[in-house]
């Protein structure tokens, strides 16, 4: 394995800055470096511990996700969960637009693991007891780290890495296991200092909440920023389950409890918040690990603000038309009949197409396949759906009539927009 001197040996300067970030990151947490090359030889790590040899690159699946980025040819970087409950910040090295060097900084908790818990999962390794023993002493010293906190780390190494600075919703995630999830850090809570030590922490929260909350009853997309700020400010209720997954899924739900009671008073129907509330309770409740609950939270105020924005355009449209676009909004994934709709309205077909299109401006067929393609782009941008699997799950007939629809209305294709080409205005 190189020596650091022979890592920061190269003409960028990358490695040399990548070292200085993480003797920085070091003040604060006990996490380690690692470098290796795209076939996954180490280059370099500081580690002194056992855990490198049973949870990093020595098991394959550890490279199947980062194999995947780099075969996609991301350059964002990549949090990435073990079934130990460990997550890792990965970040990529390119020159001429070819990957070189990948960089890993870890590991971490974003919850307090018990031992219990650790216990059940090294059972599966079948260690012989020295090594048993060996890895839990080292597990119970490693740092436990907010998730937002997490996620601002990888944002700096990115930036070491490329020069570039990107928000924290463009941190990829991905996880190796089913179990695991994120919590926050919760101080000791004997005696005075622990209260005052939150305290401290929460001053500001209710400030910068209420300007998130004010952005989704505005339906305002630039809500991340105000997200962003209340994120640093706390890492969510401080309620120590022992489970990881269960602390990050509690957060969750408050969070969704808080943003569709705010769309509710920006004008969305309660009933249509009620049922979205509903079904992404269920879906947060089914999230297997970090990479799935990072995605649902993002989509779940995504879709509450969009709706809401909806609304608030709509003014001084029918509440029997205003209802009909709450209805399609629900059923984007299914086949919708202009049939069904007049049923509801309680209109007969061609009276309800007709006062549809004098009151939205398009046609029925058209507000729905405007909805359907809008909703296809934020899939193609936000999760890793295939255009088959986005084309199937909107009810299109076939992915050719996707592709073309899509084409038509953004100027693109589909393929086009995953490959990084904007769209035209």
């Known amino acids: 394995m190189e020596s650091l001197h022979s890592l920061t040996n190269d003409h960028s300067g990358i490695s040399e800055k990548v070292l200085f970030l993480h003797e920085l990151l070091r003040c604060t947490h006990r996490i380690y470096l690692w470098a290796y090359d795209t076939a996954f030889q180490p280059l370099y790590s500081n580690y002194p511990g056992s855990v490198y040899n049973l949870d990093l690159f020595s098991l394959a699946s550890f490279s199947v996700p980062i194999r995947e980025e780099l075969d996609r040819g991301s350059s964002y970087p990549l949090i990435l969960e073990t079934d130990l409950g460990l997550l890792w910040i990965i970040a990529f090295e ?33 260690l012989d007891v020295r090594e048993y023993n060996q890895i839990l002493r080292e597990l119970e010293e490693v740092p436990i780290i907010p998730s937002n906190q997490l996620i601002q780390y990888a944002v700096m190494l990115h930036c070491a890495v490329t020069g570039a600075h990107i928000t924290p919703d463009q941190v990829a ?19 005075p200092s622990g209260i005052e030590s939150i305290t401290r922490e929460h001053r500001g929260v209710w400030e910068s909440e209420q300007r998130f909350l004010a952005m989704i009853r505005e339906g305002n997309p630039e809500y991340i920023k105000a997200l962003q700020t209340s994120n640093t400010l706390s890492s969510g209720v401080r309620a120590e389950v022992g489970d990881p997954l269960r602390q990050n899924k509690n957060n969750l739900l408050v969070l969704l409890t808080l943003v569709s009671r705010a769309a509710i008073e920006g004008g969305l129907s309660p009933s249509i918040a009620y049922t979205l509330n509903d079904d992404y309770a269920q879906r947060i409740e089914l999230a297997e690990n970090l990479a799935q609950a990072m995605r649902i939270s993002r989509e779940l105020i995504d879709d509450y603000v969009f709706r809401v924005r909806a609304v608030r355009e709509q003014r001084g ?9 709450h209805t399609i909004q629900l059923h984007l994934t299914e086949k919708i009949r202009l049939s069904d709709l007049a049923a509801r309205a309680g209109y007969a077909d061609y009276y309800f197409s007709e006062k549809f299109r004098k009151e939205m401006g398009v046609s029925v067929g058209a507000y729905i396949q405007e909805q359907k393609l809008t909703l296809a782009r934020n899939l193609l941008l936000d999760t890793n759906l295939t255009i088959q699997d986005i084309s199937d799950r909107l009810a299109f007939s076939s992915r050719n009539n996707f592709t073309t629809a899509f084409r038509r209305h953004f100027g693109i294709t589909p393929g086009q927009l995953r490959e990084g080409k904007a769209i035209q205005s």
């Open 94 to 126: 390119y020159h001429d637009l070819k990957a070189e060097k990948i960089y890993v900084l870890g590991p971490a908790f974003t919850g307090r693991n018990t031992s219990l818990l650790l216990r059940k999962k090294l059972d599966n390794y079948h």
């Open 173 to 191: 995630s991905s996880s190796l296991s089913g179990e695991t999830g994120t919590s926050s850090d919760s101080p000791s809570q004997d005696g």
């Open 317 to 325: 449209i029918s509440t029997p038309i205003r209802e009909a676009c």
